[in-house]
């Protein structure tokens, strides 16, 4: 008795798996993409994005249905594009030097400013979070400082995200002995210079923190920034 032949599996990326799909595939694989890139769903027939949908239904589209007035309140804010709010939170001490944290999430040597979504649903706002974000992964109940920047990332297809950067303080020896991680959030927290922050984060957090830092030494801003560039 012969043995079948071995099925084998072949990786590609998404748009490259639709085209060899009938189309009502298709159109589901490609929906189910912009559901997960955007953290929603997507509502299909046929395999294409009904009125109502919130992933997958083509921009063109909503535009014109917006522009014909052909959407009632809640389908409206249904297919509007959605965007993920975010805090940051600058901490230095008396030599200038920023507070970086290592998440317990990245594998590999980069290392992140306290952060966090904005609970919106909750009625929190930016200023709101960056206090939380002060308690819950660094121990430390402390005024927030002024908004230093703005920025804004687009993340088409995945959801664009707006970051707002307050200083939190300045930090003293005693506030720096009071630090207390969350241990499955962060692993450890490090007082950066300007100098060795270039090999710490990624692009376009680098961008974003040499221009709050140079806000914060300037008494300057807030400014708006697009993927931490400076928008003039």
């Given at each position: ?37 955007t953290g929603s769903i997507a509502y299909l027939a046929g395999g294409q994005a009904q009125l109502g949908s919130p992933a997958a ?176």
């Amino acid at each position: 008795m012969k043995t079948p032949p071995a099925v084998t599996g072949q990786w590609l990326a998404p748009e490259a798996a639709a085209l060899l799909l009938p189309a009502p595939a298709a159109g589901r694989l490609r929906a189910a993409v912009a559901a997960w890139h955007t953290g929603s769903i997507a509502y299909l027939a046929g395999g294409q994005a009904q009125l109502g949908s919130p992933a997958a239904f083509p921009p063109t589209q909503r535009t014109h249905l917006e522009d014909t007035r052909a959407l009632d309140p809640d389908l409206h804010q249904a297919l509007r594009p959605k965007v993920l709010a975010e805090t940051n939170v600058l901490l230095t001490d008396p030599a200038g030097r920023a507070l970086l944290l290592h998440p317990t999430s990245t594998r590999d040597h980069t290392w992140h400013l306290p952060g966090c979504g904005i609970d919106s649903d909750t009625g929190e706002g930016p200023r709101e979070a960056a206090r939380r974000i002060l308690r819950d992964q660094l121990n430390l109940d402390l005024p927030v400082g002024r908004l230093l920047a703005v920025d804004w990332t687009n993340g088409t297809p995945q959801l664009s995200r707006i970051t707002y950067t307050f200083h939190g303080a300045t930090l003293g020896e005693h506030d720096l002995a009071r630090i207390r991680l969350t241990p499955h959030q962060h692993t450890e927290w490090h007082m950066t210079s300007s100098n060795d922050i270039t090999s710490m984060v990624r692009e376009p957090l680098l961008r974003r923190l040499d221009a709050c830092l140079t806000a914060l030494w300037n008494n300057t801003g807030p400014v708006e920034l697009h993927s931490g560039i400076p928008r003039s």
